[in-house]
């Protein structure tokens, strides 16, 4: 049987007193809150990162970031794995603390990239001082199993601030300007920082002076549209009225690669769900788990696509590229654009990406084909996260709605969109997954090379 009680009557006495001999050590109970402060830090930058994504112009910065996004999250997780086993564990309702969602979006609310990249820089290495003082306090036998999640925790430092400090080090390098705002923009959030430290324990968050705002007008996150550098062509036509139907969008439009462009413009579903990671708060640390997986999955298969895409000779202004959702846009309608996603164009995908695969396998397109076979792997997966988090986000816009009616709410939506559809019709078919599929997406040439 499990004395729990006993142990937590114990956690609480001897706390009360201050003493030099107990404060050298830390108890389970101390471990848990310094990691618990830690966890709630990596989640908020992780977080802000996602939401910054969107306002980032730069492709192969949009998929950095994606990445990075992912990685502390997946710092969160090692965190959760361990406050689960020490007294008190975490639980669904607890939240970060005000203080510390406060003190990040005010580090965050950024004029433009360079100085989001210097707040991420700044964050980053405080992140890390904090890992390097508590490791120093904890005790390699008792503590252990605490040191091997951080270790995992280490693993990408170096490379993360390298990378930061790459696109940082000649911005603006020959602008007495610019380098003044970049430098004004480093000692408010020096300020706001120490403000947070000072703070950071404080019961009431509402007392804390903070800096006046140095930004009126932030860049991020949530630009109120998407950005993507000039480069790349704006797909501006009417939405077709099946996905990726008009013929203007790509020149592979009659061959089986069209299925590589498509995986590249996956960008958009990977920015829809790291602005979704960002806006939604309050839900249960697994989800955060489970969205940034998927999440990261996204910008992986755009990178996967766009660098096929490459390889076989293509330039990026061969095609027209979608654009990701803006502010208005994930703040009233989150709960459709992960529906969307999720039960459309992922339900409705399997049958294409295996044919495809087939294809390219009959063709002799090995690495086309392999591209497939990973991306099914993930879609599968994507699929069980909708069922698990789909409905308990639609309860977060305070609908109770179960799987099946979620879905069947979003095919209904897409085909009262399409004005082919008689409106008799459209509560069958929408019951109806192979048809209703054959309406919302298009076959592709898989004949054609
Ligand atoms: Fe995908
Ligand atoms: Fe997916």
Not at 27 to 55: C, F, M, Y
Request: one cysteine or more.
């Amino acid at each position: 049987m499990r004395d729990e009680k006993d142990f937590e009557g114990l956690q609480q006495s001897m706390t009360t007193e201050h003493s030099f001999l107990k404060n050298r050590f830390l108890r389970p109970v101390d471990t848990s809150n310094e990691l618990k402060h830690l966890l709630w830090q990596e989640l908020a930058l992780s977080k802000l990162i996602g939401g910054w994504i969107p306002a980032i112009p730069v492709y192969e910065h949009k998929i950095e970031l994606g990445r990075l996004c992912y990685v502390h999250n997946r710092n969160v997780k090692c965190l959760y794995e361990r406050i689960e086993e020490l007294p008190g564990g975490m639980h669904d309702k607890d939240w970060m603390p005000d203080i510390t969602r406060e003190a990040f979006e005010r580090m965050f609310g950024a004029p433009d990239e360079h100085a989001f990249l210097i707040s991420y820089l700044y964050i980053h290495r405080q992140l890390y001082a904090q890992y390097d003082a508590l490791v120093a306090k904890l005790d390699p036998v008792l503590n252990a199993p605490t040191l091997d999640q951080i270790k995992i925790i280490f693993i990408e430092r170096e490379a993360t601030q390298r990378w930061l400090h790459e696109q940082l080090q000649f911005v603006h390098c020959s602008s007495e300007e610019g380098s003044r705002k970049l430098v004004e923009w480093e000692r408010y959030i020096k300020t706001v920082w120490a403000a947070f430290r000072a703070n950071a324990f404080a019961v009431d968050a509402s007392a804390v002076v903070w800096p006046a705002n140095l930004v009126k007008n932030p860049a991020g996150p949530l630009p109120e549209k998407a950005k993507l550098e000039s480069k790349y062509p704006r797909y501006t036509n009417p939405k077709p009225q099946q996905s990726y139907t008009d013929t203007s969008m790509s020149v592979l439009h009659d061959s089986v690669k069209q299925m590589i462009y498509i995986y590249a413009t996956e960008i958009f579903a990977g920015e829809t769900l790291s602005c979704i990671y960002y806006y939604v708060d309050r839900m249960p640390l697994p989800f955060y788990f489970d969205l940034a997986r998927h999440m990261w999955d996204e910008f992986r298969h755009s990178q996967m696509g766009m660098r096929r895409l490459l390889q076989m000779g293509h330039s990026v202004d061969q095609f027209q590229w979608l654009g990701g959702p803006g502010k208005q846009d994930v703040k009233e309608h989150f709960t459709e654009l992960y529906a969307n996603l999720t039960m459309l164009g992922e339900a409705c995908g399997f049958k294409k990406k295996r044919k495809s695969a087939e294809a390219f396998w009959k063709f002799g397109d090995v690495l086309s084909a392999i591209t497939c076979e990973f991306d099914l792997i993930d879609e599968r997966r994507h699929i069980d996260f909708s069922v698990r988090w789909g409905p308990e986000l639609f309860k977060k816009a305070d609908m109770i709605i179960t799987y099946q009616e979620m879905a069947e709410k979003t095919r209904i939506r897409r085909l009262t969109e399409l004005d082919s559809v008689p409106a008799e019709e459209i509560a069958k078919l929408a019951k109806n997954f192979p048809i209703f599929c054959s309406f919302h997406t298009s076959e592709l040439a898989y004949h054609n090379y």
